[in-house]
C-alpha cells in the first residue's frame, strides 16, 4: 500500500502489477490487489447505486439512434481470467440518447453473482440484479481503447441488468465453445421502444484501471434471463481455477454526482403509482 503514496505518485503503477482480482478468489496476491491502481481511487468511480428519487429529468437524454446493431456476427467469447468478453465488429454504433458524438461497439461483457446471490454491478434503489450486461462503446473516431480512455467521454456503456425469467432468449450462453452461434447487439437488449427510459451519470471504468472515461447508461427495463442460462457461468473458471463468481465490484460512492434520467421513465413511475394505488384501495397506506 506504500508505492503509490509515494510524493510522485505515477500511473505507471499499473504496469508493476501482474494481474488484479476480485474478492472473490481469495488466494490472490495482495500485490495485485485493485487499491495498487492509483485511479481506482478517485472520485468519480463506478458502479453506483441509484437513487430514483433523487434522478433529475434531463430532457436531453433522448431515444437512441441505434445503427447496424441488429447485424449478425459472429462473436469471439474470450475467458480472460476475469470475465467472458465477446469483441464485435466496429460496425454498430449509437447516437442520440443525450450523447454529445457517435460511438461505436468494441465489446460487451457480463458481470454476474452465484448460485446463491446476484451479482449486477449497479444497484437500484439498492437492489441488485442477478446479473449485468455492459456493451462498452467508444467514440467513433478511435481506433483502440486504450486511446478512448485518454478521452473524459471517450467510452460509452450501456448497461442492460438481467432479471430471472423462465422465458427467455438463448443467446448468452454457449456450450463452452469459443465462438458465440450468430447473434447481433439488438438481440441482447430489450426491444428498442423499450430503451427509452434510462439513467445516465459519469464514471470510470468498473475494472482496473478504473480509468475515469466512461459515460454510462442503465436502462430501466430488464433483459429476463433464465436460471439455467446464468447456472452456466457459475461453472466458468477465474485463471486461479477457482469458480468464475462474484464478478462485480461493489458501488462506489457517487461523492456529489446528479445522476439524470430520460424524459420517458413511464414505466417505472407508473408502476410505483400502481401500487401506491393499489395500497390505497386495500387500506394498507393505514398500517405505517
Ligand atoms: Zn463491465
Known sequence: FVAWRSPHPTPFILFTCADWCYQSQFSCDHQCNSKYFIDCDGRYQSPINVVTRKTLLDERLTPFKFTNYQQIFRGFIKNNGHSVQVGVPHLSTISGGGLSTTYKAVQFHLHWGNSKGPGSEHTIDGEQ??????????????????????????VAVLVASSTVNKYSLNVFVSDGNTSLPPVSLAQLLPPEQNLTSFYRYKGSLTTPGCTEAVVWTLFENTIPL??????????LKFHDG????????????????????????VALTSTALLVAALASALGLSQLN
Open 129 to 154: 440484479y442477478p446479473m449485468e450486461l455492459h456493451i462498452v462503446h467508444m467514440k467513433h473516431h478511435y481506433t483502440d481503447l486504450s486511446t478512448a480512455l485518454a478521452d473524459q467521454e471517450g
Open 226 to 235: 433464465s436460471s439455467d442460462q446464468l447456472r452456466a457461468f457459475f461453472d
Open 242 to 265: 477457482k469458480p468464475m463468481v462474484d464478478t462485480f465490484r461493489p458501488v462506489q460512492p457517487l461523492n456529489g454526482r446528479q445522476v439524470f434520467r430520460s424524459g420517458a421513465t
